[in-house]
């Protein structure tokens, strides 16, 4: 963060302590963990730098999407494609713009193109989501779009790594899958009044993606028991932050309420 502007740095701080975000500044030292349950070295500090910022793009953009910008995918690729990071005034004004700027200062010539390409295709498969008309086919596509993410982040720390690391990647992925479904669960109901679904889903669908949630994840707990913990207590703090942040705003919007309503 050191080879960042002053004024820049304090606004990322902003936002890597927003309470929205509170779920994603915490996967960078979870990561580690794993990192070191697989006896992969690392270079750290560096390590946890890149994976926090881009943990925090993941959550700034899916939070602008889950708001009702559905653009902001194809905003977000139009500013990676310069590669050398642009602090000015239009980035100051947009989290979205801010965190992507950010993002690409943590790029070198190694994970710049690979980093495009993966963004480009968890892009088409954000985008093609609501084409699916079943909660099988959505259970796929989030799937994927899990996997992707993971991947991504292992592409931006792999310079960073030392050893044999391909069995940290599949598991990243896996478990990228999983948490992405459990998100999915938590946000079913929003999704579908944001118009982001293309069924209805009815009761057994919650149930068919608890029972996939269940059985994916207890497959990578028995496989890895020494992880346990770590991924019940990621899956606790994923569900606990995503309420909290739901009351918060109906607190906003309660509080705006009474103040139009004190003004009249």
Same mark, same amino acid.
């Given at each position: 963060m ?5 004024d820049?740095? +304090? ?6 302590h927003?309470?929205?975000? /509170?779920?994603?500044?915490?996967i960078? $030292? ?8 697989f006896g992969? !070295?690392?270079a ?7 994976? /926090? ?5 993941? !959550?700034?953009?899916?939070?602008? @999407?889950?708001?009702? &910008?559905i ?14 990071? #642009?602090?000015d ?6 989290? #979205?713009?801010? @965190? ?15 980093m495009?390409?993966g ?14 008309t ?9 799937k994927?779009?899990?996997r992707?993410t993971?991947?991504?982040? =292992? ?7 030392? +050893? ?16 992405c479904? #459990? ?7 929003? $999704?579908r009044?944001? +118009?982001?679904?293309? =069924?209805?889903? *009815?009761i ?5 993606l ?5 059985? $994916?994840?207890?497959?990578?707990s028995?496989k890895h028991? !020494?992880? =346990? !913990? ?11 932050? &995503? =309420?909290?942040?739901q ?16 003004? *009249?």
């Amino acid at each position: 963060m050191e080879n960042l502007p002053i004024d820049i740095r +304090g606004l990322y701080q902003h936002l890597a302590h927003d309470p929205k975000y /509170q779920h994603f500044a915490r996967i960078p $030292d979870r990561i580690i963990q794993c990192i070191d349950y697989f006896g992969v !070295g690392c270079a750290r500090e560096v390590t946890r730098a890149r994976l /926090q910022a881009y943990y925090l793009f993941i !959550g700034v953009v899916d939070d602008a @999407i889950d708001s009702g &910008r559905i653009d902001t995918g194809r905003l977000v690729l139009g500013y990676l494609s310069k590669a050398v990071p #642009v602090f000015d005034e239009a980035s100051q004004r947009s989290s #979205v713009r801010l @965190i992507t700027e950010i993002l690409k200062s943590h790029l070198c010539a190694e994970t710049y193109l690979p980093m495009i390409d993966g963004l480009r295709e968890l892009y088409d498969e954000v985008v093609s989501e609501p084409g699916a008309t079943s909660i099988e086919s959505y259970i796929e596509h989030r799937k994927s779009v899990g996997r992707l993410t993971a991947e991504l982040s =292992f592409v931006l720390i792999r310079p960073a790594l030392s +050893g044999e690391h391909e069995r940290l990647l599949q598991f990243m992925k896996r478990v990228g899958a999983i948490g992405c479904l #459990v998100d999915s669960l938590i946000d079913l109901s929003s $999704d579908r009044r944001l +118009g982001l679904l293309g =069924f209805k889903p *009815a009761i057994m669908d919650y149930a068919k993606l608890s029972r996939s949630i269940l059985s $994916d994840g207890l497959r990578v707990s028995l496989k890895h028991p !020494g992880l =346990f !913990g770590l991924f019940l207590r990621a899956i606790v703090d994923n569900v606990r932050d &995503r =309420f909290r942040a739901q009351r918060g705003l109906a607190q906003l919007v309660s509080d705006r309420k009474n103040e139009a309503a004190s003004v *009249a």
